[in-house]
């Protein structure tokens, strides 16, 4: 017979230790924690934010309503803003398929670009082709110094007469601290307004504007491509430049080559300078030259010096906004040429 010290007929389990972590010098038991799993934590905020608003509600149910209702709102509008800016930078070469009357020019094709060389200062409204007339730098005090700039005004002007088709641009921006916040562009198209177009008014000064931004030669061509497709819609078909006879390598070469403009496509119009100047000017563009050669975009050293020098007014350059299809030729600075796309490539 088995005798059972505590009267019970069946045995029973006895825990010597209680659970938990049995403290010997106090005789407490410390309770083991329990460890919580911490996915259940995203799930409990939100049951318990749901039932924040829930009560919310219950109190101020308009007010709900209508916080809801504008938070639904703004949010369908910034997205809808996302989208049109979105949908505006994919389609913005394709805006101008069947809205071509939006450019006040869209019907001419080829671009007639006058790179301007001073500004014109005279109070008399005359003397065009006279030296005193004319805001010069030290370099440009040359007997018969205006009369060629009188030259290629009128060179530009005949030119764009002889093609329905052509938009004439005279290009300089203001580049002379002394001379006022003139451009050399509207100097230019001041004294064809003066010669009254050298009797092609009809013709040709309704489709005569400036490019009022340049500051060297590059920049002459650049931006005159750039201005043409403001305000035609599109990009030239040909290209012609009046200037200086011996500056025809630095365009039809190294500019044209520089933007990618086919050669095919491109023509040059040159007249000589002033013989008392002819030699210091050869030599100057021979070092011109040289510069270009090692820095076809002029945006570095002193070519990029001299551009600086020749913005006096600190004058914000709104290129390439208005030709959104080469923002690269614009943003690119290297020795060697752009290989980027080009819509005349």
């Not at 011996?246 to 095919?264: C, M, Q, V, Y």
């Not at 013989?275 to 040289?290: C, D, F, I, Q, Y």
């Not at 990029?304 to 709104?318: A, E, L, M, N, W």
């Amino acid at each position: 017979m088995n005798n059972y010290p505590f009267g019970s007929n069946s045995p029973k389990s006895f825990n010597a230790y209680p659970r938990g972590d049995f403290d010997i010098e106090s005789g407490n038991i410390k309770r083991s924690k329990r460890v919580r799993n911490s996915s259940f934590y995203p799930v409990r905020w939100i049951k318990s934010l749901a039932d924040t608003l829930h009560n919310y509600y219950k109190l101020h149910p308009f007010l709900v309503f209508f916080v809801s209702l504008a938070f639904v709102v703004t949010i369908i509008i910034v997205l809808s803003l996302n989208e049109h800016h979105d949908w505006m930078l994919r389609n913005y070469g394709k805006l101008d398929d069947g809205f071509g009357n939006y450019y006040p020019y869209a019907k001419l094709k080829n671009l007639v670009m006058v790179a301007t060389h001073s500004v014109y200062t005279s109070t008399t409204c005359g003397k065009v082709d006279k030296e005193d007339s004319w805001f010069l730098e030290s370099y440009q005090k040359n007997p018969g110094q205006a009369a060629t700039f009188f030259s290629h005004i009128k060179g530009g002007v005949e030119n764009t007469a002889r093609d329905d088709a052509a938009l004439l641009l005279f290009s300089g921006g203001e580049t002379r601290k002394d001379a006022g916040p003139r451009s050399e562009a509207q100097s230019y198209w001041t004294v064809a307004e003066l010669e009254r177009w050298f009797g092609k008014e009809e013709s040709v000064k309704w489709r005569a504007l400036t490019e009022e931004h340049a500051r060297d030669s590059f920049e002459n061509l650049l931006f005159s491509v750039c201005r043409f497709r403001e305000l035609t819609g599109t990009y030239p078909q040909n290209i012609t430049v009046v200037s200086y006879d011996f500056k025809e390598e630095r365009f039809a070469n190294l500019h044209r080559t520089a933007i990618g403009f086919p050669e095919s496509r491109f023509f040059y119009k040159g007249s000589p300078p002033p013989s008392a100047s002819k030699e210091a000017a050869l030599k100057g563009e021979t070092l011109v030259r040289t510069q270009f050669q090692n820095d076809p975009f002029g945006c570095l050293g002193s070519l990029k010096k001299k551009k600086v020098g020749r913005d006096p007014f600190h004058r914000s350059i709104p290129y390439p906004n208005g030709c959104p299809e080469i923002e690269g030729l614009f943003r690119y600075c290297g020795t060697v040429p752009y290989e980027g796309s080009l819509p005349w490539s």
